[in-house]
Protein backbone atom coordinates (compact mmCIF):
# COMPACT_ATOMS: atom_id res chain seq x y z
CA UNK A 1 0.00 0.00 0.00
CA UNK A 2 0.81 3.49 -0.85
CA UNK A 3 1.96 6.20 1.86
CA UNK A 4 1.06 9.44 2.50
CA UNK A 5 4.15 11.23 0.22
CA UNK A 6 3.46 8.98 -2.10
CA UNK A 7 -0.21 10.47 -2.89
CA UNK A 8 0.35 13.68 -4.81
CA UNK A 9 -3.05 15.17 -4.90
CA UNK A 10 -3.10 18.05 -1.61
CA UNK A 11 -3.88 17.29 1.70
CA UNK A 12 -7.42 19.30 2.35
CA UNK A 13 -6.64 20.03 5.91
CA UNK A 14 -3.44 21.17 5.41
CA UNK A 15 -2.87 21.23 9.50
CA UNK A 16 0.65 21.49 8.99
CA UNK A 17 0.51 24.60 6.35
CA UNK A 18 -2.47 26.24 8.69
CA UNK A 19 0.10 25.94 12.02
CA UNK A 20 2.95 27.32 9.52
CA UNK A 21 0.50 30.13 9.23
CA UNK A 22 -0.37 30.48 12.85
CA UNK A 23 3.06 30.67 13.91
CA UNK A 24 3.54 33.80 11.04
CA UNK A 25 1.19 35.94 12.63
CA UNK A 26 3.05 35.83 15.43
CA UNK A 27 6.52 36.96 13.55
CA UNK A 28 4.39 39.74 12.35
CA UNK A 29 2.75 40.97 15.17
CA UNK A 30 6.10 41.13 16.99
CA UNK A 31 8.06 42.53 13.95
CA UNK A 32 7.81 45.73 15.63
CA UNK A 33 9.29 44.43 18.88
CA UNK A 34 13.15 44.80 19.25
CA UNK A 35 13.02 42.35 22.19
CA UNK A 36 11.20 39.19 23.67
CA UNK A 37 12.36 38.51 27.03
CA UNK A 38 10.87 35.72 29.27
CA UNK A 39 11.13 35.79 32.92
CA UNK A 40 11.74 32.57 33.49
CA UNK A 41 12.56 30.06 36.85
CA UNK A 42 12.13 25.81 36.57
CA UNK A 43 11.07 27.05 40.43
CA UNK A 44 7.57 28.65 41.46
CA UNK A 45 7.56 30.94 44.29
CA UNK A 46 10.53 32.63 43.22
CA UNK A 47 8.89 35.81 42.42
CA UNK A 48 9.22 35.73 38.70
CA UNK A 49 5.82 38.24 38.46
CA UNK A 50 7.03 40.22 40.90
CA UNK A 51 10.38 41.11 39.24
CA UNK A 52 8.56 41.10 35.80
CA UNK A 53 6.34 43.60 37.00
CA UNK A 54 8.83 45.78 38.58
CA UNK A 55 11.16 45.39 35.44
CA UNK A 56 8.18 46.30 32.67
CA UNK A 57 7.92 49.68 35.48
CA UNK A 58 11.27 50.31 35.85
CA UNK A 59 12.65 50.19 32.38
CA UNK A 60 9.30 51.98 30.82
CA UNK A 61 10.07 55.06 33.87
CA UNK A 62 13.41 54.79 31.80
CA UNK A 63 12.53 55.72 28.40
CA UNK A 64 11.49 52.26 26.98
CA UNK A 65 8.20 50.91 25.32
CA UNK A 66 7.77 48.05 27.34
CA UNK A 67 5.09 45.33 26.86
CA UNK A 68 3.78 42.66 29.75
CA UNK A 69 2.39 39.35 28.83
CA UNK A 70 1.01 37.36 31.91
CA UNK A 71 2.05 33.93 30.70
CA UNK A 72 1.05 32.00 33.56
CA UNK A 73 -2.68 30.89 33.06
CA UNK A 74 -2.78 28.41 35.56
CA UNK A 75 -2.29 31.43 38.02
CA UNK A 76 -2.47 35.29 36.73
CA UNK A 77 -0.92 37.90 39.31
CA UNK A 78 0.37 40.55 36.83
CA UNK A 79 -2.98 42.49 36.41
CA UNK A 80 -2.73 43.64 40.12
CA UNK A 81 0.74 43.78 40.42
CA UNK A 82 0.45 46.64 37.91
CA UNK A 83 -2.60 47.97 39.98
CA UNK A 84 -4.98 47.20 36.59
CA UNK A 85 -8.98 46.95 36.80
CA UNK A 86 -10.18 44.29 34.67
CA UNK A 87 -10.19 46.79 31.46
CA UNK A 88 -12.97 46.26 28.61
CA UNK A 89 -11.87 43.97 25.91
CA UNK A 90 -11.64 46.01 22.75
CA UNK A 91 -10.31 45.07 19.10
CA UNK A 92 -8.05 47.47 17.28
CA UNK A 93 -7.02 46.27 14.09
CA UNK A 94 -7.82 43.18 13.65
CA UNK A 95 -6.21 42.92 17.67
CA UNK A 96 -7.07 43.35 21.13
CA UNK A 97 -6.19 46.03 22.74
CA UNK A 98 -3.94 45.58 25.61
CA UNK A 99 -4.52 47.16 29.01
CA UNK A 100 -2.35 50.61 29.32
CA UNK A 101 -0.94 51.65 32.57
CA UNK A 102 -0.88 55.53 33.45
CA UNK A 103 3.06 55.20 32.98
CA UNK A 104 2.34 53.25 29.47
CA UNK A 105 3.62 49.91 30.44
CA UNK A 106 1.06 48.09 27.80
CA UNK A 107 -0.04 44.87 29.92
CA UNK A 108 -2.10 41.79 28.58
CA UNK A 109 -3.20 38.68 30.70
CA UNK A 110 -5.46 35.51 31.02
CA UNK A 111 -7.04 37.13 33.50
CA UNK A 112 -8.68 38.97 31.07
CA UNK A 113 -10.39 36.30 29.52
CA UNK A 114 -11.80 34.59 32.82
CA UNK A 115 -14.65 35.60 34.85
CA UNK A 116 -13.48 37.69 37.82
CA UNK A 117 -12.37 35.56 40.53
CA UNK A 118 -12.68 32.30 38.80
CA UNK A 119 -9.87 30.23 36.84
CA UNK A 120 -9.50 30.02 33.43
CA UNK A 121 -11.98 27.45 32.11
CA UNK A 122 -11.93 25.40 28.54
CA UNK A 123 -15.30 24.62 27.18
CA UNK A 124 -14.39 21.06 25.87
CA UNK A 125 -15.04 17.45 26.36
CA UNK A 126 -14.32 17.10 30.33
CA UNK A 127 -12.46 14.14 32.18
CA UNK A 128 -8.85 13.21 30.54
CA UNK A 129 -8.13 16.66 29.84
CA UNK A 130 -4.80 15.90 29.79
CA UNK A 131 -5.28 15.10 25.85
CA UNK A 132 -5.87 18.43 25.05
CA UNK A 133 -5.14 21.04 27.92
CA UNK A 134 -1.50 21.32 26.87
CA UNK A 135 -2.11 22.35 23.23
CA UNK A 136 -5.05 24.51 24.21
CA UNK A 137 -2.73 26.42 26.93
CA UNK A 138 0.00 26.28 24.12
CA UNK A 139 -2.84 27.93 21.19
CA UNK A 140 -3.53 30.04 23.99
CA UNK A 141 -0.04 31.28 24.68
CA UNK A 142 -0.19 31.73 20.72
CA UNK A 143 -2.82 33.97 20.62
CA UNK A 144 -1.67 36.18 23.23
CA UNK A 145 1.30 36.97 21.20
CA UNK A 146 -0.10 37.35 17.99
CA UNK A 147 -3.55 39.04 18.66
CA UNK A 148 -2.94 41.57 21.42
CA UNK A 149 -2.14 45.17 19.83
CA UNK A 150 1.23 45.28 21.07
CA UNK A 151 2.64 47.89 18.70
CA UNK A 152 6.45 48.84 18.31
CA UNK A 153 7.96 48.23 21.76
CA UNK A 154 11.37 48.29 22.96
CA UNK A 155 10.76 45.05 24.72
CA UNK A 156 8.02 42.25 25.98
CA UNK A 157 8.37 41.19 28.91
CA UNK A 158 6.56 37.56 29.26
CA UNK A 159 6.07 35.89 32.93
CA UNK A 160 6.06 32.26 32.73
CA UNK A 161 4.78 29.81 35.16
CA UNK A 162 7.45 27.91 37.04
CA UNK A 163 8.86 25.09 34.90
CA UNK A 164 10.59 24.19 31.53
CA UNK A 165 7.43 23.41 29.45
CA UNK A 166 5.69 27.27 28.39
CA UNK A 167 9.26 28.44 27.94
CA UNK A 168 9.82 25.80 25.34
CA UNK A 169 6.54 26.81 24.15
CA UNK A 170 7.34 30.26 23.95
CA UNK A 171 10.76 29.32 22.13
CA UNK A 172 8.31 27.31 19.65
CA UNK A 173 6.81 30.58 18.73
CA UNK A 174 9.86 33.16 19.04
CA UNK A 175 12.78 31.83 18.17
CA UNK A 176 14.53 35.28 19.21
CA UNK A 177 13.53 34.69 22.60
CA UNK A 178 15.97 36.04 25.48
CA UNK A 179 15.94 34.59 28.94
CA UNK A 180 16.14 36.05 32.17
CA UNK A 181 16.06 33.75 35.23
CA UNK A 182 14.83 34.33 38.68
CA UNK A 183 16.08 32.20 41.49
CA UNK A 184 16.39 32.48 45.17
CA UNK A 185 19.15 31.63 47.34
CA UNK A 186 18.31 28.57 48.19
CA UNK A 187 19.66 25.13 47.15
CA UNK A 188 16.54 23.46 45.68
CA UNK A 189 15.95 26.43 43.42
CA UNK A 190 19.11 26.00 41.85
CA UNK A 191 18.44 22.62 41.08
CA UNK A 192 15.49 23.70 39.40
CA UNK A 193 17.01 26.87 37.64
CA UNK A 194 19.76 24.57 36.47
CA UNK A 195 17.51 22.68 34.49
CA UNK A 196 15.26 25.40 33.20
CA UNK A 197 18.27 27.11 31.93
CA UNK A 198 20.07 24.25 30.09
CA UNK A 199 16.82 23.49 28.04
CA UNK A 200 17.28 27.20 27.25
CA UNK A 201 20.41 27.12 26.52
CA UNK A 202 20.59 23.26 24.55
CA UNK A 203 17.81 25.52 22.62
CA UNK A 204 19.80 27.75 21.49
CA UNK A 205 17.90 30.45 23.61
CA UNK A 206 20.05 33.83 24.72
CA UNK A 207 20.50 33.68 28.44
CA UNK A 208 20.86 37.16 29.41
CA UNK A 209 21.88 36.71 33.23
CA UNK A 210 20.24 36.32 36.63
CA UNK A 211 18.27 37.35 39.37
CA UNK A 212 18.44 36.87 42.83
CA UNK A 213 15.44 37.51 44.60
CA UNK A 214 14.44 37.33 48.20
CA UNK A 215 17.92 36.97 49.41
CA UNK A 216 17.60 38.97 52.50
CA UNK A 217 14.73 41.07 55.05
CA UNK A 218 15.91 43.99 57.03
CA UNK A 219 13.64 44.98 60.20
CA UNK A 220 12.35 48.87 58.82
CA UNK A 221 12.27 49.75 62.81
CA UNK A 222 15.96 48.61 63.83
CA UNK A 223 17.64 47.97 60.62
CA UNK A 224 18.64 44.23 61.47
CA UNK A 225 19.61 42.32 58.71
CA UNK A 226 18.20 38.89 58.17
CA UNK A 227 18.58 36.10 55.40
CA UNK A 228 15.56 34.45 54.15
CA UNK A 229 16.68 31.19 52.61
CA UNK A 230 20.36 29.88 52.87
CA UNK A 231 22.42 29.40 49.73
CA UNK A 232 23.72 31.15 47.00
CA UNK A 233 22.09 29.66 44.15
CA UNK A 234 22.19 33.69 42.32
CA UNK A 235 26.24 33.01 42.02
CA UNK A 236 26.34 29.29 41.65
CA UNK A 237 23.99 29.48 38.16
CA UNK A 238 25.71 32.84 37.23
CA UNK A 239 29.35 30.69 37.16
CA UNK A 240 27.63 27.70 35.79
CA UNK A 241 25.99 29.31 32.45
CA UNK A 242 28.95 32.00 32.51
CA UNK A 243 26.57 34.67 33.26
CA UNK A 244 26.19 38.02 34.72
CA UNK A 245 24.15 37.78 38.46
CA UNK A 246 22.96 40.77 37.86
CA UNK A 247 20.98 41.85 40.72
CA UNK A 248 20.26 41.04 44.01
CA UNK A 249 17.32 41.54 45.92
CA UNK A 250 15.62 41.48 49.23
CA UNK A 251 12.39 41.30 50.35
CA UNK A 252 10.24 44.20 49.28
CA UNK A 253 12.70 45.88 47.95
CA UNK A 254 13.04 50.04 48.18
CA UNK A 255 13.35 51.92 45.07
CA UNK A 256 16.94 52.34 44.72
CA UNK A 257 17.44 48.72 44.41
CA UNK A 258 14.35 48.51 41.55
CA UNK A 259 15.75 51.20 39.86
CA UNK A 260 19.21 49.60 40.04
CA UNK A 261 17.50 45.92 38.62
CA UNK A 262 15.85 48.15 35.86
CA UNK A 263 19.47 49.63 34.64
CA UNK A 264 21.15 46.04 35.33
CA UNK A 265 18.81 44.68 32.95
CA UNK A 266 18.71 47.42 30.26
CA UNK A 267 22.61 47.10 29.71
CA UNK A 268 22.26 43.59 27.94
CA UNK A 269 19.63 44.45 25.95
CA UNK A 270 20.89 48.29 24.92
CA UNK A 271 17.93 50.16 26.37
CA UNK A 272 17.67 53.75 27.71
CA UNK B 1 -4.97 13.30 6.41
CA UNK B 2 -4.73 11.54 3.27
CA UNK B 3 -7.78 8.99 2.77
CA UNK B 4 -6.53 6.50 -0.13
CA UNK B 5 -8.86 3.64 -1.82
CA UNK B 6 -6.81 0.41 -2.28
CA UNK B 7 -8.92 -0.66 -4.98
CA UNK B 8 -8.64 1.58 -6.96
CA UNK B 9 -4.96 3.47 -5.70
CA UNK B 10 -6.56 6.72 -6.27
CA UNK B 11 -6.66 9.24 -3.66
CA UNK B 12 -10.17 10.01 -1.95
CA UNK B 13 -11.44 13.65 -2.73
CA UNK B 14 -12.73 15.59 0.18
CA UNK B 15 -16.56 15.86 -0.03
CA UNK B 16 -18.40 16.99 2.95
CA UNK B 17 -17.94 17.76 6.73
CA UNK B 18 -19.71 17.63 9.43
CA UNK B 19 -20.12 19.35 12.87
CA UNK B 20 -23.01 18.15 14.48
CA UNK B 21 -22.45 19.74 17.95
CA UNK B 22 -22.13 17.09 20.22
CA UNK B 23 -18.21 17.37 20.06
CA UNK B 24 -17.41 14.96 17.62
CA UNK B 25 -16.52 15.56 14.05
CA UNK B 26 -17.65 13.58 10.81
CA UNK B 27 -15.81 14.23 7.24
CA UNK B 28 -16.46 12.12 4.03
CA UNK B 29 -14.53 11.14 1.31
CA UNK B 30 -15.11 9.84 -2.11
CA UNK B 31 -12.84 7.80 -4.55
CA UNK B 32 -13.02 10.01 -8.08
CA UNK B 33 -12.69 6.42 -9.66
CA UNK B 34 -15.19 3.43 -8.00
CA UNK B 35 -17.09 6.37 -6.67
CA UNK B 36 -17.33 4.74 -2.97
CA UNK B 37 -17.58 6.93 -0.25
CA UNK B 38 -15.80 6.43 3.28
CA UNK B 39 -16.69 8.70 6.15
CA UNK B 40 -14.34 9.15 8.80
CA UNK B 41 -15.99 9.88 12.56
CA UNK B 42 -13.83 11.50 15.26
CA UNK B 43 -14.81 11.27 18.81
CA UNK B 44 -14.57 14.48 20.95
CA UNK B 45 -11.40 13.83 22.29
CA UNK B 46 -9.58 13.39 18.75
CA UNK B 47 -11.82 16.19 17.63
CA UNK B 48 -10.82 18.33 20.30
CA UNK B 49 -7.40 17.68 20.19
CA UNK B 50 -6.81 18.90 16.22
CA UNK B 51 -8.85 21.77 17.01
CA UNK B 52 -6.93 23.04 20.37
CA UNK B 53 -4.17 23.39 17.53
CA UNK B 54 -6.55 26.01 16.07
CA UNK B 55 -6.41 24.90 12.31
CA UNK B 56 -9.79 23.96 10.68
CA UNK B 57 -10.26 20.31 10.44
CA UNK B 58 -10.78 19.76 6.49
CA UNK B 59 -10.65 23.10 5.66
CA UNK B 60 -8.14 24.86 3.75
CA UNK B 61 -7.64 28.28 4.82
CA UNK B 62 -7.85 30.06 8.28
CA UNK B 63 -9.91 33.08 8.61
CA UNK B 64 -8.32 35.94 9.92
CA UNK B 65 -11.27 38.30 10.43
CA UNK B 66 -11.66 38.09 14.35
CA UNK B 67 -8.62 37.94 16.86
CA UNK B 68 -8.17 34.99 19.37
CA UNK B 69 -10.24 32.83 17.89
CA UNK B 70 -9.17 29.44 19.75
CA UNK B 71 -9.64 31.96 22.95
CA UNK B 72 -13.35 33.03 21.69
CA UNK B 73 -14.63 29.30 20.72
CA UNK B 74 -13.01 27.31 23.59
CA UNK B 75 -12.77 29.64 26.92
CA UNK B 76 -14.67 29.56 29.36
CA UNK B 77 -16.71 26.62 30.23
CA UNK B 78 -19.45 25.92 32.43
CA UNK B 79 -18.41 24.64 36.08
CA UNK B 80 -19.16 20.82 35.75
CA UNK B 81 -22.29 19.71 37.07
CA UNK B 82 -23.67 22.50 36.47
CA UNK B 83 -26.69 22.56 33.78
CA UNK B 84 -27.17 25.29 31.51
CA UNK B 85 -30.20 27.00 30.18
CA UNK B 86 -31.24 26.80 26.78
CA UNK B 87 -30.62 29.85 24.04
CA UNK B 88 -33.39 30.75 21.81
CA UNK B 89 -32.56 31.48 18.14
CA UNK B 90 -32.92 35.36 18.77
CA UNK B 91 -30.95 36.03 21.82
CA UNK B 92 -27.87 33.25 20.17
CA UNK B 93 -27.79 35.74 17.31
CA UNK B 94 -27.74 38.59 19.32
CA UNK B 95 -24.79 36.33 21.52
CA UNK B 96 -23.35 36.07 18.29
CA UNK B 97 -22.49 39.40 17.48
CA UNK B 98 -20.51 40.34 20.43
CA UNK B 99 -16.90 39.80 19.83
CA UNK B 100 -15.67 36.18 19.33
CA UNK B 101 -12.75 36.40 22.23
CA UNK B 102 -15.23 37.56 25.16
CA UNK B 103 -18.40 35.41 23.72
CA UNK B 104 -17.91 33.01 26.23
CA UNK B 105 -17.43 35.26 29.30
CA UNK B 106 -20.82 37.09 28.05
CA UNK B 107 -22.44 33.96 27.31
CA UNK B 108 -21.66 32.65 30.75
CA UNK B 109 -22.52 35.78 32.63
CA UNK B 110 -25.86 35.52 31.14
CA UNK B 111 -26.47 31.55 31.62
CA UNK B 112 -25.61 32.46 35.25
CA UNK B 113 -27.98 35.20 36.04
CA UNK B 114 -31.03 32.83 34.46
CA UNK B 115 -29.74 29.74 36.04
CA UNK B 116 -29.49 31.91 39.41
CA UNK B 117 -33.35 33.09 38.63
CA UNK B 118 -34.82 29.55 37.08
CA UNK B 119 -34.78 30.68 33.98
CA UNK B 120 -35.00 27.94 31.81
CA UNK B 121 -34.56 29.69 28.32
CA UNK B 122 -32.45 32.91 27.41
CA UNK B 123 -34.65 35.40 25.61
CA UNK B 124 -33.46 38.41 24.51
CA UNK B 125 -36.11 40.02 27.02
CA UNK B 126 -34.03 37.98 29.40
CA UNK B 127 -31.12 39.55 28.16
CA UNK B 128 -31.92 42.86 28.45
CA UNK B 129 -33.36 42.36 32.09
CA UNK B 130 -30.04 41.06 32.78
CA UNK B 131 -28.20 44.00 30.95
CA UNK B 132 -30.44 46.37 32.59
CA UNK B 133 -29.81 44.66 36.34
CA UNK B 134 -26.55 44.27 36.16
CA UNK B 135 -24.91 46.68 34.45
CA UNK B 136 -23.66 45.20 31.34
CA UNK B 137 -24.78 47.84 28.87
CA UNK B 138 -22.52 47.21 25.76
CA UNK B 139 -22.80 43.41 26.13
Same mark, same amino acid.
Given at each position: #?????????????????????????????????????????????????????? @?????????????????????????????????????????????????????????????????????????????????????????????????????????????????????????????????????????????????????? #?? @? @?????????????????????????????????????? @???? &?????????????????????? &? | ? %?? +????? =???????????????? +????? !?????? !?????? /?????????????? %? *?????????????????? +??????????????? /?? +????????????????? *??? =????? !?? *???????????? !?????????
Amino acid at each position: #MRTYYDLSDPDRSEVASQVAVLRGRVAQRLARVRHVVAVASGKGGVGKSYVATA @LAFGLQSRGARVGLLDADLGGPTVARLSNLDRPPLVIVDQAVAPAITPDGVRVFSAEFLAAPGEPVRWRAPQGDEFVWRGSLEAGLLREMLADVAWGELDLLLIDLPPGAGRLADVHDLVAEIEVLAVTIPSAESFDAVQRALTLARERG #MR @L @LGVIENMVGHSCPACGHGAELFPGDAGQQIAEAFDLGL @LARL &PMAPQQPALDELAAAVARPLGL &P | M %KF +LCVEC =DRQMAFEERGLPGDGT +LAVAF !RCPSCK !RAVAML /ANPYETQLVSSLGV %K *IGGSSIEASEPMPLAGEF +LEAAPPGTSSPTWDE /AA +LERLHRVPGFVRGMVKR *IYA =DYARE !RG *IEVVTTAVMDRA !RTELGLEGM
